[in-house]
């Protein structure tokens, strides 16, 4: 018997907006795989080609090359049958809010050809399901902005798709209504079974969340594995320095360089990130060299990679460099702040 097909496929999608001297590459040959059941993070900064992936694989927009496959449907030449299987969380909210919660959702059930009651019934186990029963009955647009969030992942479930999309979930959400968004998340794959695509520039979330994840960056994946894969495959340590003064930090980039067994070394504001083969064996000779060079230090630590190292691992550039770049290019994260 052949293996069940996975989840999700993309398959070198590629796409360009515009044409000639204003043509944008948005994607430029991604693909990357999704097995049933897990959480699957796209993570990656402002611009990278997130929204533009998961529009393709939810049927809204086509790729210019490539092809994309939801449970082995083709997401262009069977795209209806595709829609039946997804649910899709857009970057912005897509609630009505001026209709109660409970409205929304039946509207969103009725939308889907289920009957008025069954619509009622299936609301009423979502909203219970996320805790949204009392307020239920209120108007969506005085809701919080995690109840109204979570609204809109209830809705985006009405229907009891087996792939859930999500565009930046939890963008424009407080530190604590994140959470407990994730908590969601994670319990819909564990509990419902679903596979649940998220797309994030947060790397904290990515980290947190997903089974596996595969890093993109100007349009292709960069790496991918579950974090610790990647934190692994890249060895070493990473230093990193809080200099006391922050006109130092050009100075303490290259004495740091020149060191024997100090690799790439990247500079944000007044801190200092250098990925080192042996933390512990290089930690002392830095911190003469710099002190020598009279470069005054407020703290310095030695850690295993975080994904941020990954990143500037496989794209050359910090992520936040990165996102503050793709941020500022064509509003790109313009939907975000709207949220
Ligand atoms: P992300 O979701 O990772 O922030 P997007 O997929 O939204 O990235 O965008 C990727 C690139 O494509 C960006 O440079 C963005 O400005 C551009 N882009 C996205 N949508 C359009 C569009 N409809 N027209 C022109 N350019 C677009
Ligand atoms: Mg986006």
């Known amino acids: 018997?052949?293996?069940?097909?996975?989840?999700i496929e993309a398959v070198e999608l590629a796409k360009t907006y515009g044409k000639a001297a204003r043509a944008v590459h948005a994607l430029t040959g991604l693909s990357f795989t999704v097995e049933p059941g897990t959480v699957f993070g796209l993570l990656g900064p402002n611009g990278a080609g997130k929204s533009t992936t998961v529009r393709i694989l939810t049927t809204l927009s086509r790729p210019d090359t490539g092809e994309a496959r939801v449970h082995g449907i083709d997401v262009v030449r069977q795209s209806a049958k595709v829609r039946q299987l997804i649910g899709y969380v857009s970057q912005k909210p897509g609630f009505d809010p001026v209709a109660t919660g409970l409205e929304n959702l039946v509207l969103q059930g009725r939308i889907h050809g289920a009957s008025a009651r069954d619509a009622r019934s299936r609301a009423a186990v979502l909203l219970d399901r996320f805790g949204l029963t009392e307020p239920g009955r209120r108007l969506a647009g005085t809701w919080s902005g995690g109840m109204q969030r979570k609204l809109d992942v209830a809705m985006s479930l009405m229907h009891r798709p087996r792939v859930l999309f999500l565009d930046e979930p939890t963008t424009g959400l407080d530190p604590e209504a994140r959470r407990e968004l994730w908590a969601e998340i994670a319990r819909l794959a564990r509990a419902d079974g679903?596979?649940?695509?998220?797309?994030?520039h947060y790397l904290e979330?990515?980290?947190h969340l997903a089974a596996r994840l595969a890093i993109v960056d100007a349009g292709r994946v960069v790496a991918a594995g579950t974090p610790d894969e990647l934190k692994t495959a890249l060895g070493g340590d990473t230093i990193r320095a809080g200099l006391v003064?922050?006109?130092?930090?050009?100075?303490?980039?290259?004495?740091?360089g020149s060191?024997?067994?100090?690799?790439?070394?990247?500079t944000e504001g007044g801190a200092?990130?250098?990925?080192?083969s042996d933390g512990a064996a290089v930690l002392p000779g830095v911190l003469a060299t710099l002190e020598a060079a009279g470069i005054e230090l407020a703290s310095v630590g030695v850690a295993r990679p975080s994904l941020d190292d990954v990143y500037l691992h496989h794209a050359g550039r910090s992520f936040g460099e990165?996102?503050?770049?793709g941020a500022g290019r064509a509003g790109a994260d313009r939907e975000a702040v709207l949220l």
């Not at 018997?1 to 989840?7: E, V, Y």
């Not at 679903?194 to 994030?200: A, D, G, N, R, S």
């Not at 200092?272 to 080192?276: I, M, P, T």
């Not at 990165?322 to 770049?325: S, Y």
């Open 1 to 7: 018997m052949p293996a069940p097909a996975p989840a």
């Open 194 to 200: 679903l596979t649940v695509l998220l797309t994030t």
């Open 205 to 207: 979330e990515a980290d």
């Open 245 to 256: 003064r922050q006109s130092d930090a050009d100075r303490a980039r290259g004495v740091l």
């Open 259 to 266: 060191i024997p067994g100090v690799g790439a070394v990247v």
């Open 272 to 276: 200092l990130q250098a990925r080192v």
């Open 322 to 325: 990165a996102d503050r770049i």
